[in-house]
């Protein structure tokens, strides 16, 4: 009887004992705030750049909400999927609410000075016309991407083609984003490729093939344009889920997981939800000399364009 006591006690203070509470939003703004301190202490013109979860230039997630200073202030631009085709279905047009929806986050940040990278999924070359025109409407950068794997370079023309040599975000008209190499047989089939093109900005993966890291030889090649202008390189990194096919992988994470290592996306194999607020996670991606992105320094890439940074959604609606 007094085992049962006991064991009723002792369930009965775990089941009391406080839980953490999160802001999940809010330990996003601070992972990318600290993220871009660290990164620009070394390269002071460094640019960050996230992608997508655009509620966080507010305090409170709303369109009318205060902004969010301090993280407006860390960043250099931000990146926005499906603004205008793509977000149900590639090659269609966006329902129109959701883009107002968007648009009304996406001007917050412009309005500090932020440079606006938009992506729209669609091949057909009307609608890929039409995206560039609506995006140049609101003096947004865009690429229009035929394929949603990123995985090749366009055979249409590259809207605002310039021959200008690109020093800065604010200088470029255009972008590619590739950040699938797996269609080139080499790193340096992927090189020609890209210098044979005059895209102001490319948007890559630090890995060739997830394997080999490009050199900072390799990326200087990658800066120079076919019409002699010189481009700015920016690499790709997830800081939102964890990559099952990255270098920081552990074989073991298969039989027990790390704490923060969550469940895996339905939507794409491999890539693992995480609590993006955990300081173990967060010294994989930057903070030491063995990090994701002080690799993506060392090759000397301009700046770092930051995925999964709408993981806020998955931990609010669970």
Same mark, same amino acid.
């Given at each position: 009887?007094?085992?049962?006591?006991?064991?009723?006690?002792?369930?009965?203070?775990?089941?009391?004992?406080?839980?953490?509470?999160?802001?999940?939003?809010?330990?996003?703004?601070?992972?990318?705030?600290?993220?871009?301190?660290?990164?620009?202490?070394?390269?002071?013109?460094?640019?960050?750049?996230?992608?997508?979860?655009?509620?966080?230039?507010?305090? /409170?997630?709303? +369109? *009318?909400?205060?902004?969010?200073?301090? %993280? =407006?202030?860390?960043?250099?631009?931000?990146? #926005?999927?499906?603004?205008?085709?793509?977000?149900?279905? /590639?090659?269609? +047009? *966006?329902?129109?609410?959701?883009?107002? %929806? =968007?648009?009304?986050?996406?001007?917050?940040? #412009?309005?500090?000075?932020?440079?606006?990278?938009?992506? /729209?999924?669609?091949?057909?070359?009307?609608?890929?016309?039409?995206?560039?025109?609506?995006?140049?409407?609101?003096?947004?950068?865009?690429?229009?991407?035929?394929?949603?794997?990123?995985?090749?370079?366009?055979?249409?023309?590259?809207?605002?083609?310039?021959?200008?040599?690109?020093?800065?975000?604010?200088?470029?008209?255009?972008?590619?984003?590739?950040?699938?190499?797996?269609?080139?047989?080499?790193?340096?089939?992927?090189?020609?490729?890209?210098?044979?093109?005059?895209?102001?900005?490319?948007?890559?993966?630090?890995?060739?093939?997830?394997?080999?890291?490009?050199?900072?030889?390799?990326?200087?090649?990658?800066?120079?344009?076919?019409?002699?202008?010189?481009?700015?390189?920016?690499?790709?990194?997830?800081?939102?889920?964890?990559?099952?096919?990255?270098?920081?992988?552990?074989?073991?994470?298969?039989?027990?997981?790390?704490?923060?290592?969550?469940?895996?996306?339905?939507?794409?194999?491999?890539?693992?939800?995480?609590?993006?607020?955990?300081?173990?996670?967060?010294?994989?991606?930057?903070?030491?000399?063995?990090?994701?992105?002080?690799?993506?320094?060392?090759?000397?890439?301009?700046?770092?364009?930051?995925?999964?940074?709408?993981?806020?959604?998955?931990?609010?609606?669970?």
């Amino acid at each position: 009887m007094k085992k049962i006591i006991y064991l009723s006690f002792c369930i009965g203070l775990f089941a009391c004992k406080p839980q953490p509470i999160y802001d999940y939003k809010e330990e996003m703004r601070n992972f990318v705030c600290n993220l871009s301190a660290w990164a620009k202490a070394q390269k002071s013109l460094f640019l960050i750049i996230p992608q997508n979860g655009i509620e966080l230039v507010t305090v /409170d997630g709303t +369109a *009318t909400g205060l902004p969010a200073i301090t %993280y =407006l202030n860390a960043i250099d631009g931000h990146g #926005q999927e499906d603004l205008f085709y793509g977000y149900n279905t /590639d090659n269609e +047009a *966006t329902p129109k609410e959701v883009t107002n %929806y =968007l648009i009304s986050f996406l001007t917050i940040s #412009q309005r500090v000075g932020n440079i606006i990278l938009t992506t /729209d999924y669609c091949s057909a070359e009307s609608k890929m016309a039409d995206s560039y025109a609506q995006n140049t409407h609101y003096q947004f950068l865009s690429f229009a991407a035929p394929e949603r794997e990123l995985d090749a370079i366009p055979n249409h023309p590259i809207y605002h083609e310039n021959k200008d040599t690109i020093s800065s975000l604010e200088d470029a008209k255009n972008f590619l984003y590739l950040i699938n190499p797996e269609n080139f047989p080499s790193k340096q089939a992927f090189v020609e490729a890209v210098c044979s093109t005059n895209y102001d900005v490319l948007i890559m993966d630090l890995f060739f093939q997830n394997e080999i890291a490009f050199t900072a030889n390799e990326i200087e090649q990658l800066r120079v344009k076919t019409n002699g202008g010189r481009r700015l390189v920016i690499a790709y990194m997830s800081i939102g889920e964890a990559e099952k096919y990255r270098y920081y992988w552990k074989s073991s994470w298969n039989v027990l997981k790390p704490q923060w290592l969550d469940a895996e996306n339905p939507d794409w194999e491999g890539n693992y939800k995480v609590k993006y607020w955990d300081k173990a996670w967060q010294s994989l991606i930057f903070g030491n000399d063995d990090s994701y992105l002080q690799k993506i320094l060392n090759a000397n890439f301009d700046g770092v364009y930051l995925d999964i940074i709408d993981a806020f959604e998955y931990y609010e609606n669970r």
